[in-house]
């Protein structure tokens, strides 16, 4: 039987439209170049436990993950993380926490004194002056760090905004569309003529809780279930096939991802699993954020997992699971994880119980593809919100 849609690509955003597609009758073929589903979000085996190789959270945003992990059954799995927030390793200096009132690290206090000790007195009177800035309109091809350093200056985008940016987008702000970083920054900031209070007031309008969720178990159990229900509605599956062109295909063509490898930055994920009593009381929050040139520090960011998630922290035993990422990888990645991991948590860590290495390819923005990362950018929320807006459109113009 010929199908109606063919699926290239079976990352989170193919198997979305794919099975939207097949719940609507449509008859759906997914094409994967490699041997598995879900992309990045993949689960891996480190210190006998289960953990995610890729994404652990999700933005909250707009409420499209959790819409999706309700319907696949994993609503009352749905999980918050600590209270504990993360801490920001400066260029020189002891880690400090994280201002705050703040979006992507931009401060909706200039001069308060959680900003003041991670970007130094300097920048934070720089930052000040947004306040008597004229308000400028927003080009669409505004970067979110173009808009920082004109309203707060550059301290405050490479001390601040930065090492937030990057652990969230893995990239530097100045390479990050406004509107892809923020959704209704943009607006705030024309209402309010002030950087600083469209912070305040997007925090103020934002729901209570966190930021991001979590999975009991791990992020990697939404592929399962996208998978078993891909099964359910008899969407014909073929792993290990590569397409590099679409002649010849059958049915309505949705590219997941571009034909070629797109450019893009490789990002190594390093995962240690330890005994080290001294964490359990949770020393930088549920992680630390490294700012670009901080002496001896190799890593750009450190999740504790088990500060930051209850679940995980009743599943490993008395162990501690910490997660490095790494833009350049060292030759021994396993030994200068660790000692990264001794500098930003202020511990020594002698018993490495398990290592493990997971690299991945972030693509670079484009238009080369119908749904995925190269265009609703990366985090799981715009990547499934745009996924289900695709498929809607299809099925109406069916």
């Known amino acids: 039987m010929v199908p109606d849609f063919a699926v290239i690509g079976g990352g989170i955003a193919g198997l979305v439209v ?16 490699s041997d598995h589903l879900g992309g990045t979000v993949l689960r891996h085996e480190v ?60 401060p909706g206090v200039p001069l308060a004194s959680d900003v003041i000790a991670a970007v130094g007195l300097g920048s934070a009177l720089r930052a000040q002056l947004d306040s008597v800035i004229p308000h400028l309109v927003a080009t669409k091809s505004l970067t979110l760090g173009a808009l920082v350093r004109r309203r707060m200056g550059n301290g405050v985008l490479e001390k601040l905004v930065a090492p937030v940016v990057h652990g969230v987008h893995s990239m530097h702000p100045d390479e990050l569309p406004l509107d892809r970083a923020a959704p209704g920054l943009r607006a705030a900031l024309a209402l309010h003529g002030s950087l600083a209070v469209a912070v305040r007031s997007m925090r103020e309008a934002a729901p209570a809780g966190s930021a991001v969720q979590g999975i009991r178990g791990g992020v990697w159990r939404l592929v399962t279930e996208l998978t078993a229900d891909l099964e359910t509605y008899g969407v014909q599956v073929e792993l290990g096939r590569r397409v590099t062109s679409v002649d010849g295909l059958d049915g309505t063509v949705v590219l997941t991802t571009p034909l070629e490898e797109p450019p893009g930055r490789t990002v190594v994920l390093a995962t240690l699993v330890v005994d080290a009593p001294e964490l359990d009381a949770a020393p930088r929050g549920s992680g ?7 002496a001896g520090i190799r890593a750009r960011a450190l999740t504790h997992a088990t500060a930051k998630w209850q679940w995980l922290r009743e599943r490993a035993d008395g162990h501690h699971v910490l997660r490095l990422s790494y833009e350049v990888e060292p030759e021994d990645l396993a030994a200068v994880a660790r000692q990264d991991a001794e500098a930003l948590l202020g511990v020594k860590l002698d018993r490495v119980i398990d290592f493990a290495r997971v690299q991945w390819l972030r693509p670079e923005a484009g238009t080369a593809a119908d749904v995925g990362e190269t265009v609703a950018g990366s985090g799981l929320a715009g990547i499934v919100a745009q996924a289900e807006a695709h498929a809607a459109g299809l099925l109406a113009a069916d």
């Open 288 to 294: 630390v954020l490294v700012a670009q040139g901080a």
């Open 47 to 106: 210190g006998g436990i289960d953990l995610d190789a890729g994404a652990e959270s999700f933005a909250t945003r707009g409420g499209s993950v959790a819409a999706l992990a309700t319907e696949l059954g994993l609503g009352n799995d749905i999980v918050t993380p600590s209270a504990a927030g993360a801490w920001l390793q400066p260029v020189s200096g002891p880690a400090v926490p994280l201002p705050a009132t703040s979006l992507l690290g931009i």
């Open 18 to 33: 794919a099975r939207r597609l097949a719940m609507a009758g449509r008859s759906v073929t997914l094409l994967e170049a």
